[in-house]
């Protein structure tokens, strides 16, 4: 026989979160970037000379973004805790 006892009842959540509507309209603002900004560009830094694509581009200075931010971060924290 079950158990009806309300408190043993798992409550579920059939509600979609806000986090993942923004991870997903971000993906797909990503996916449209990346397929409008495939020709190649020329890069040259210091003695470094490419053609990528712009997507990549900004993706990777993206990625570089990211670090930083999380590196400086950690960096506060722990200057915080002395």
């Known amino acids: 026989m079950a158990d ?7 409550a579920t959540n059939d509600k979609v ?9 971000v993906l797909v603002t ?3 970037f990346i397929l409008q900004n495939r020709e190649d560009v020329p890069f040259s ?7 990528l694509p712009v997507w990549l581009f900004a993706v990777v200075f993206v990625a570089l ?3 930083l931010g999380w590196v400086l971060r950690w ?7 002395r």
């Open 4 to 10: 009806k006892d309300p408190r043993n009842v798992h």
């Open 17 to 25: 979160g806000i986090g993942l509507i923004i991870s997903a309209v």
């Open 30 to 32: 990503i996916v449209v």
């Open 45 to 51: 830094f210091l003695f470094i000379h490419v053609s």
């Open 65 to 67: 973004g990211f670090v």
């Open 75 to 81: 960096m506060s924290r722990r200057k915080g805790k």
